[in-house]
């Protein structure tokens, strides 16, 4: 790994070469790279093989399985191309995020055909078409809408973010969601929505201002159910009414605490 060395009057500091990598946006000419990215980075994350990993698929392994699980993926970022926004970080995309913006996504018509989702009507088994059409869309769909209500259509939507194994401790997963939740706040502070698929990641988006909604699991009753965890970065009106919630409740009583609205 190469690095870079830093010299000021009294230290010297040599950081290593990615920490001054910067994100990027990519266009579909980069589609391909960026689904190699997320599938690397998804391989063994139960709610992307949700799918896949059914009683009917004839006993494939997840590594029989890997080349539909990127095909899927290519689809869906070709969609976010398309529609949404990708972003890259790193020399060869090793972290990659989809994000939706308001108003947006990936479900009408035109964008299935163009994006190639139309597709996965034929590629997956029947229990795979139900589990991913009639359950896993439904159910993340209606989640979304009851946890924000209001603010649904306001709402930036962080559909995927994933660093490859070899690249995960660089804070590329920070520096992608940051890249848009830093530019939301200077414009008002827009609230922002994602489903994390593993308990692991919950502290890091907790740490840049994402709060636990709601927890849902896929397939409850079956072999390999898929837990999400739903959280919310409220918007800049909703994180200010909060903060000042919580200064009137300590101030409320004299050396102590009434109550905590979180």
Not at 156 to 175: D, E
Request: glycine residues 8%.
């Amino acid at each position: 790994m190469s690095t870079t060395t830093t010299t000021t009057m009294t230290t010297t500091t040599t950081l290593p070469s990615y920490a001054s990598d910067e994100v990027r946006e990519l266009g579909i000419e980069h589609c391909k790279e960026a689904a190699d990215t997320l599938a690397e980075a998804f391989f063994k994350d139960d709610v992307a093989f949700y799918f896949l990993d059914t009683p009917d698929n004839g006993g494939k392994t997840r590594e029989e399985l890997y080349p539909l699980h990127r095909e899927i993926l290519e689809y869906i970022v070709a969609a976010h191309c398309y529609n949404g926004l990708v972003l890259s970080i790193g020399e060869n995309h090793e972290g990659v995020a989809l994000w939706m913006p308001p108003g947006q996504n990936m479900d009408d018509w035109f964008t299935i055909f163009r994006s190639g989702m139309w597709r996965l009507w034929y590629k997956l088994t029947k229990e795979g078409k139900r589990r991913y059409f009639d359950e896993f869309m439904e159910i993340l769909h209606r989640t979304k809408e009851s946890v924000m209500g209001a603010q649904d259509s306001d709402t930036w939507y962080l559909v995927y973010v994933g660093v490859i194994p070899s690249a995960r401790g660089r804070g590329y997963a920070r520096k992608l969601i940051e890249y848009v939740t830093k530019e939301l706040d200077a414009k008002g502070g827009k609230p922002c929505y994602l489903e994390s698929s593993h308990p692991r990641n919950v502290a890091m988006y907790q740490k840049l201002g994402f709060v636990k909604q709601r927890h849902v699991v896929l397939g409850p009753n079956c072999s390999n159910p898929a837990p999400l965890d739903i959280m919310v970065r409220p918007s800049m009106d909703r994180r200010r009414e909060n903060c000042s919630n919580r200064k009137m409740s300590v101030t409320a009583g004299v050396g102590r605490v009434l109550c905590i609205n979180a």
